[in-house]
């Protein structure tokens, strides 16, 4: 990479996650180079939310804890960009509601003109193979590469 680049991380707020800003911050270098934090919302920040209420539930309960956890997601993502700007990095952060979450990355590495995108993954790739389908739509599709960053397990911290 070279100095003043766009490194966009997909983040899932969670306190691993912070390795992943960290090393998107360092790539970026302090001056010149940014990064975006992107999330979507609900489901560690690679899952949509959901579209309607489970079964049972009261509309109106069910949207007000889904408007809750989405200020909550707004302020942790909100706190991995102050804390990445707080190393000297330029940062932005886009949080998304609901939707396919690999065509939010896409949408947003293309908008910014991203040089790398960064996935963090607690483990070994899942052997769920939508997942597996997803990611492989990310980086057939990409427009710069992709690399997944191995992070701590959530115990760790």
């Known amino acids: 990479m070279i100095m003043g680049s766009t490194v966009l991380a997909v983040t899932d707020l969670t306190s691993a996650s912070y390795k992943l800003v960290g090393f ?32 049972g539930e009261r509309l109106s309960g069910w ?48 908008r910014a003109r991203a040089d790398l995108i960064l996935l963090g993954a607690q483990s070994v790739v899942s052997n769920d193979p939508v997942q597996a389908a997803d990611l492989s739509r990310l980086v057939e599709s990409a427009p710069c590469p992709v690399s997944m960053v191995r992070l701590p397990a959530l115990s760790a911290f």
Request: charged share 30%; net charge negative.
């Open 63 to 110: 949207r007000e804890r889904l408007e809750a956890r989405l200020r909550q997601e707004g302020q942790l993502l909100e706190r991995q960009r102050q804390w990445c700007a707080d190393r000297g990095v330029r940062c932005r952060a886009e949080l998304y509601e609901e939707g396919y979450w690999p065509e939010f990355v896409l949408q947003s590495a293309e």
């Open 24 to 55: 998107a911050a360092f790539i970026a270098g302090p001056s010149d180079g940014e990064v975006i934090l992107v999330s979507t919302y609900g489901g560690g920040g690679i899952s949509g939310r959901p579209s309607e209420p489970p079964p």
